[in-house]
């Protein structure tokens, strides 16, 4: 397993892109799965950092934990935060039917996230967010 430890700050986005963009690409992921990945870890980390502490006094800090799989070949990369509970996946999809005006806004990107990896969960404990995601290389 790698670990990224950083502050929860937009600005450390290139650095947490990079963490995982390497690792991906050591391990042979096509470049097609590792634009999904990108996308994914993007909204995610992005949503900690805006969202996450809005509500805390917690110092604001972003853990992801990356891990390579090979059965079946994939990355596990989990999102851990100690801002305020929230679960995305409880959040209704939005009506992608719906023309960009007439829909709410939010909800888009964790609707892609869903969409794109093979597997996404959240779990609060010890004082944590925990948003962990899958991907099959």
């Given amino acids: 397993m790698k670990v990224l430890e950083t502050d929860a700050s937009v600005d450390r986005l290139s650095e947490v892109l990079e963490f995982v963009n390497s690792t991906l690409e050591e391990n042979g992921c096509s470049m097609k799965v590792q634009t999904q990945v990108e996308v994914a870890v993007e909204e995610l980390y992005v949503n900690i950092c805006l969202y996450a502490y809005r509500k805390s006094p917690n110092k604001k800090m972003a853990r992801l934990e990356l891990t390579i799989d090979d059965n079946p070949r994939g990355m ?14 409880l959040r209704k999809d939005p009506d992608i039917k719906l023309s960009a005006e007439d829909r709410k806004i939010g909800g888009l990107g964790i609707y892609i996230v869903k969409k794109t990896m093979d597997d ?18």
Wanted: glycine share 6%.
């Fill in 76 to 89: 596990i990369l989990s999102f851990i935060d100690c801002g305020s509970p929230f679960d995305p996946l």
């Fill in 120 to 137: 996404v969960n959240y779990r609060y404990e010890d004082g944590k967010n925990i948003l962990t995601i899958r991907k099959n290389f």
